[in-house]
Each structure stands twice: as structure tokens, then as C-alpha cells.
């Protein structure tokens, strides 16, 4: 990573937060390693896309009739790396109107606060019949491949938040938003949706001071592996 002194800034609770990058004790290691990630970034988001291209093509179709009927993505603006906000796409899973419908319902929205910015899918009245196997086969994160090669995310990484969950990371934010935020990643490992905060954040601060290629390949398989078991995905 080659040293910048350049300042970049977000806001937050109405507070500018300087994100220069901490320094590096090895320099060299970090660009080499930058450099391999995301050469495998690019190489297993393309691949990616053109072994799921079927799937794409048969939940196209499916969101053509019936309850589904609609756009097939879904944009949610999330804190990308360096404080920017970028588009996470997602196959929609939920109702057009989602966001609307839970933060008109002010006990069931104060309720998803509470619980790490989650429900329980049986509670929850945004999700649609294919939403939730779409959910639980975890197919309805297929479109952050996109992200990947537009270079919003990377395949491994800390999840990407909404700004109000940036407060779950306040006292090392700046550590957080220094790294571009991935797929899949070290809190998907270990419990994913079981998982919530403060635990959750922990896991994402072992991930960034312990990353590198060896850890993000163990990632990507054991990530496979619980998406086939179909573990951690709500």
C-alpha cells in the first residue's frame, strides 16, 4: 500500500473522522498483498458470474409473475471503504417497498435496532415467498460479484454496514474503514447471522489484523462449505 497523505473525511454524528491510513510496519508486504487480492478478486468475480449466468437468467424469469413481480436487484447504500457510500446489490428478497413498510412499523424497526439490524424471517412481513429460499441459499448474495469487479467490495473482507451500525465500531472506526469491505469474511465463519454485536465487530477486527492470502482462501472455502449447509443465513 503506498503511503498517503492525503486526508479523506466522513461524517458521523455530525463529527469529521480523519481516515489517513495508519502506517505500516512492512510496506512492501501489504502492496504485494493488496495487488494479489485484488488480481483475485477480479479473476473469482468473473468466474463467479459466468458459472451462476443460469442463475441469474432463471430468478430473472421468476420475478416476472405473482407476488415476486418486479425488480430483480436491489440497491442498499452501505459504507464502503474510506467513508464512501456506494450501491450493494442484492437479488431483492423482499416486498418493492421494504424499506418503508419497517420503519413505518415503529416497534417491529426498534426491534431490528435492538437486534443487530436483523429479524426473525418468521416476523419478518418485507420478505417474499422466494426471498426467503432465495435467503436461506444465500443466492441472494450472488450480485456483490458485481460489486467485486466495480472494486465497492472485495471477495473477502468485513461486511459492509449501513451508517447507523457505524456506532458499533466507534472506538476503532477509523481501523474499520480502511479496509474494503468483502463478500464473505471472518464473521460469515463463525456464525454469520447468529452472531451480532459486540461479538460481531470483534470478528471483524481479528479478520483486519490478521489478514492475508492464506486466511482469505480459508474463508472462501469455509464459507462454501456453510453456504452449502446452509448455516448462518436467515
Known sequence: MKKN???SKISYNQKKIDLTYPKRVNETHISFYLFTKRVIDILGAFIGLMLTLPIFVLISVLYLFGENKGPVFFGQSRIGRDGKVFKMYKFRSMIVNAEMVLKNDKELYKKYLEN????EPEEDPRITKIGSFLRKTSLDELPQLINVLKGDMSLVGPRPVIQEELKEYNNRLVEFLNVK??????????????????????????????????LDFTIIIKTVVL????????
Open 5 to 7: 497523505n492525503s486526508k
Open 116 to 119: 443487530s439490524y436483523k429479524l
Open 181 to 214: 469491505p468483502g463478500v464473505t469474511g471472518y464473521w460469515q465463519i463463525c456464525g454469520r447471522s447468529d452472531v451480532g454485536y459486540p461479538e460481531r465487530a470483534d470478528l471483524e477486527f481479528y479478520y483486519i489484523e490478521h489478514r492475508g492470502v492464506k
Open 227 to 234: 453456504v452449502l449447509n446452509r448455516k448462518g443465513a436467515y
